[in-house]
């Protein structure tokens, strides 16, 4: 990429901007061959937490079977694998959307956004036995949709293969579209690698790269494909997660009827994958070793999307309560006391307490949101109050035995009192190792991807260098940015 | 994002304050033009408080017709200028300069458009005096607190009186230089409005600063102000497809998005009548474009969950309104009229630069979005007042009167009548913002190409 001519006169900012190309690829070449003890230490303790977490789901298994009169007990599991797809799934995205709105503080961490998508690949594992524990459609199999003997769901009237093949084509299609992003954003720099490198690696880059040669063409053809690609991506995941959370969450509670909750859950996955990653930004910057290239800016610039997007969450959560609550529905009473303020009340108040007040009160200040630990403690919060807004959601819909019931009102009227069915469930040993495991899965393999492909973007970063000058004006020196058509 | 020329300032003060300083007859004959037609639409909404609501189309079950189907579609259109005019300043977007004072000036003109249509509804306004001074509260006549419908207004009256003022806020600077310009009692009154202002370092620091909190502070109360009066619908629980929890975003997109359509059509008109070609160019309309492809879209995502859930409730009544809406005609041409014009029709045009770059088919495509808005509104409101439910021991279809259709049409001109009487005093395009603009803009050159570029404070 050819260098502008004000570079070594007005480039006095911060310290990325100093470097020249090679610099850069020298640099990130080396961080990339070079992987400390600690790196693999990490490594290890994830994959043994995997392990730990596979052999409770066999143990689990084996117990108690893998059926729909055993789905109670693998709620704790669908919340796990939920919040799997509100994170890792959706941290693609990120990198899809600010590079559509051409950001330039997008570029140190839109390649370990886009490295979730091999994620994806636990995801469509993990939901198997997921869609195993799944009620069927026609309860009572006489081919009849009817209110009170079969269940609600969003297929009525049961297209061929609905709910689990259509859920599972969903989730494979988001998958292969997030690796195949991965694949033609990461092709310059694999090509870049094999040139540098040598042996084995030189020779896998050097395929995967596919012939890239850094010709106008090839540059044309990969924006052409980038852009193709997010849209589709884009698309199926909103998709995947109105499938997802309507089938294993909504569906499964008879009477609950909400409109806003699959967008809920797409945005709730928009919050906690940005929080995924501004954490991931931290640890390259502070752990991995790339101080120089990420500065305060793209943490300022996440924290006021996290904060946007924060507010929207808090939004979307009063509208439903509030529908909810006014309307003194006798169902839509019982969804509430069941999902926020009685069998759910603590893993509600964490959820709300984590994905908006902690979130909210500190990003409010201009002073945290231009900071690296104020967006990361706030970006950390809404991780935990994701997976807790996952713990309320799908555990309460997985341990409802009478799916077919017309409302969980009936439940309340039939027990005169809480009916076993809505108690809350705490989680057993077994159910601790699956959560663990599913997490550590998900970090075990993020860390080996990077060994695969770069966690930062060369060329981005290299690109990045040419749109941002610092020119004197008047009495101080302001940032000069880019913006390319 | 910069194709026009360098402009000067002393140009820029000269092109953009010629609707003030000369007199083309043109714009006089439009605004009387428009004020005929309110004229109009006054003397049947004072024919109507003569005669009663009988003279309108509005009938057991139906109450709600014509007039809150416009209260709702004009509460939207004010959407625009917090849209365009907060958040675009918030977030620094370059393009925004041409296009805020328009957006901002008529959020104020249709949300006071929107407050008439409630009274005009009511049949007999002057009654509003018991609402606000309630004369009986010994014998419980007074307004419910606890009804949506009360929370409506002050929700209105708040974004109506933070607009003004952010607009009046943003006219400052230009109010003083119109002052410096002026003679006579012309001067002395744009004197009292610019507040003595001489933009001095202070001035432009505090001017920034309460720029920046208006944009921040407004933002609330503008997404409150559609969801509550998603509220009067969605809290009504006897009506089916009204309690619907989605409602509140769902009604705040959709006026984004034909709120921003608005902005468009008032841009591409601003640009034809007043010849500002080299301050609203393609590109701001591309950028417009772009925006509004995802605002439309994010809305489709709403409506087809909307849709959906009264038909996953498997609820009899529930499903005849979705049924009724949307397989018996007439109303069904008119569903399917709305869906086209408001998501299909527009973003297909959207999706090609060339449509997006040229003024005249964004009108085309806006007018589109605005007609399918207005009858989303319609369709909302009518079809589940339409079914006979429990306790309905009357009920008719509805057709709108004469009467109601003159006044819809006047509100219109009414909005265009105050747009056109502001452009005469006040500058639609902001003067200030245009020339910080020119300071800010810059180029980087890469290789054998001048890559735009903008200045920015760390």
Same mark, same amino acid.
């Given at each position: 990429m050819a260098r502008h001519p004000h570079e070594a006169a007005e480039r006095t900012g911060p310290p990325e901007v100093h470097l020249s190309d090679r610099e850069v690829m020298q640099d990130l070449a080396e961080k990339y061959d070079a992987a400390c003890p600690k790196f693999w230490l990490a490594v290890a303790v994830a994959g043994g937490l995997f392990a730990l977490g596979v052999l409770a789901f066999v143990i689990r298994a084996l117990d108690v079977g893998l059926s729909d009169s055993s789905r109670n007990e693998y709620g704790y599991y669908a919340a796990a694998f939920a919040f799997l797809i509100v994170t890792a799934t959706t941290a693609p995205l990120a990198a899809i959307a600010f590079r559509w709105t051409k950001n330039h503080w997008r570029r140190p961490f839109s390649r370990a956004a886009e490295l979730f998508s091999l994620v994806g690949i636990l995801a469509v594992l993990a939901f198997i036995p997921m869609l195993i524990v799944l009620p069927g459609i026609d309860l009572n199999g006489d081919g009849v949709l009817e209110l009170g003997k079969d269940r609600r769901t969003i297929w009525f009237s049961a297209p061929i293969g609905a709910p689990i093949w259509w859920d599972m084509a969903g989730l494979i299609g988001v998958v292969v579209c997030g690796l195949a992003l991965l694949w033609v954003s990461a092709r310059p720099d694999m090509a870049q690698i094999a040139q540098v490198s040598n042996g084995l690696r030189a020779r896998v880059m050097g395929r995967l790269a596919c012939g890239w040669q850094g010709t106008v063409r090839d540059w044309n053809v990969q924006k052409g494909q980038m852009a193709i690609l997010g849209a589709f991506y884009f698309m199926l995941l909103v998709w995947v997660h109105t499938l997802i959370s309507l089938d294993f969450a909504l569906s499964l509670i008879p009477g609950w009827r909400d409109s806003i909750f699959a967008a809920h859950h797409v945005l709730t996955g928009i919050q906690a994958s940005a929080g995924l990653l501004i954490v991931v930004l931290f640890l390259m910057k502070k752990v991995g070793g790339y101080d120089r290239y990420i500065g305060v800016d793209p943490f300022w610039s996440f924290a006021k999307v996290l904060l946007g997007v924060t507010l929207l969450w808090g939004y979307f959560w009063f509208s439903e309560f509030m529908t909810f609550w006014y309307g003194r529905d006798e169902t839509e009473q019982t969804v509430i006391k069941l999902l926020m303020v009685e069998s759910y009340r603590?893993?509600?108040?964490?959820?709300?307490?984590?994905?908006?007040?902690?979130?909210?009160?500190?990003?409010?200040?201009?002073?945290?949101?231009?900071?690296?630990?104020?967006?990361?403690?706030?970006?950390?919060?809404?991780?935990?109050? +994701?997976?807790?807004?996952?713990?309320?959601?799908?555990?309460? +819909?997985?341990?409802?035995?009478?799916?077919?019931?017309?409302?969980?009102?009936?439940?309340? +009227?039939?027990?005169?009192?809480?009916?076993?069915?809505?108690?809350?469930?705490?989680?057993?040993?077994?159910?601790?190792?699956?959560?663990?495991?599913?997490?550590?899965? +998900?970090?075990f393999i993020f860390l080996l991807g990077t060994r695969l492909i770069p966690i930062m973007s060369a060329w981005e970063m290299k690109e990045g260098l040419m749109y941002v000058l610092y020119r004197p004006f008047m009495k101080g020196k302001y940032l000069v940015l880019g913006k390319p058509e | 994002m910069q194709e026009g020329r360098a402009l000067a300032d002393r140009q820029i003060n000269r092109d953009l304050l010629h609707t003030i300083f000369t007199h083309p007859k043109w714009q006089w004959g439009l605004i009387a033009f428009f004020g005929i037609i309110v004229l109009g639409a006054m003397c049947a909404a004072g024919y109507m408080f003569n005669r009663g609501l009988g003279v309108s189309g509005l009938n057991r079950p139906v109450m709600w017709g014509f007039f809150i189907t416009n209260f709702v579609f004009w509460i939207g259109i004010s959407h625009a200028g917090v849209m365009l005019s907060a958040i675009l300043r918030l977030s620094k977007a370059e393009w925004r300069r041409p296009a805020t004072r328009a957006a901002e000036v008529l959020t104020v003109f249709s949300l006071m458009t929107a407050m008439l249509m409630p009274l005009i509804h009511a049949g007999r306004p002057w009654r509003v005096?018991?609402?606000?001074?309630?004369?009986?509260?010994?014998?419980?006549?007074?307004?419910?607190?606890?009804?949506?419908?009360?929370?409506?207004?002050?929700?209105?009256?708040?974004?109506?009186?933070?607009?003004?003022?952010?607009?009046?806020?943003?006219?400052?600077?230009?109010?003083?230089?119109?002052?410096?310009?002026?003679?006579?009692?012309?001067?002395?009154?744009?004197?009292?409005?610019?507040?003595?202002?001489?933009g001095n370092p202070r001035q432009w620091k505090l001017q920034i600063i309460a720029g920046v909190l208006l944009s921040a502070l407004i933002l609330p109360v503008f997404v409150s102000v559609h969801s509550i009066v998603s509220f009067d619908f969605s809290m009504a629980i006897a009506v089916k497809s009204w309690h619907s929890t989605i409602f509140p975003p769902y009604f705040v997109i959709g006026a984004v998005h034909s709120g921003v359509a608005a902005v468009v059509i008032v841009m591409a008109v601003m640009r034809w009548l007043y010849g500002w070609q080299e301050y609203i160019r393609p590109e701001h309309f591309d950028a417009l474009g772009r925006l509004l492809v995802v605002v439309a879209t994010g809305w489709f995502f709403f409506f087809v969950l909307e849709f959906f859930f009264g038909l996953y409730s498997l609820e009899a009544d529930e499903i005849a309104v979705k049924d009724f809406l949307s397989a018996q005609a007439p109303w069904s041409w008119w569903f399917i009229t709305f869906v086209g014009t408001t998501y299909f029709i527009p973003v297909g045009m959207w999706l090609f630069k060339g449509v997006r770059r040229n003024p005249g088919l964004m009108i085309i495509a806006c007018i589109s979005v605005n007609i399918g808005m207005w009858l989303e509104r319609f369709l909302i409101i009518v079809p589940g007042l339409a079914q006979k439910q429990v306790m309905n021991f009357t009920y008719f279809t509805y057709a709108p009167s004469v009467v109601e259709v003159v006044i819809v049409i006047g509100t219109f001109a009414l909005v265009c009548m105050l747009m056109l009487l502001f452009a005469k005093v006040f500058p639609l395009i902001p003067l200030y913002d245009i020339k910080e603009g020119e300071i800010a803009r810059d180029e980087i050159q890469i290789g054998r190409r001048k890559v735009p570029a903008v200045l920015r404070e760390e």
């Open positions: 603590t893993a509600f108040l964490l959820n709300l307490f984590f994905s908006f007040f902690i979130p909210f009160v500190l990003l409010l200040w201009n002073g945290v949101r231009k900071s690296v630990l104020g967006p990361t403690v706030a970006g950390a919060s809404v991780i935990i109050g +994701a997976f807790f807004m996952m713990v309320r959601l799908y555990v309460p +819909a997985f341990n409802i035995k009478d799916v077919g019931a017309e409302s969980i009102a009936e439940f309340e +009227a039939a027990h005169g009192g809480t009916a076993a069915q809505l108690l809350p469930v705490l989680p057993g040993p077994l159910d601790v190792l699956m959560v663990v495991g599913m997490m550590a899965g +998900a970090a | 005096f018991y609402w606000v001074f309630p004369f009986d509260w010994a014998r419980g006549v007074y307004p419910n607190v606890r009804s949506a419908l009360i929370w409506d207004p002050s929700a209105v009256f708040t974004y109506l009186t933070s607009s003004t003022l952010f607009v009046y806020i943003a006219l400052l600077p230009d109010l003083a230089v119109i002052r410096d310009r002026s003679t006579g009692i012309r001067r002395q009154i744009y004197s009292v409005l610019a507040l003595g202002w001489r």
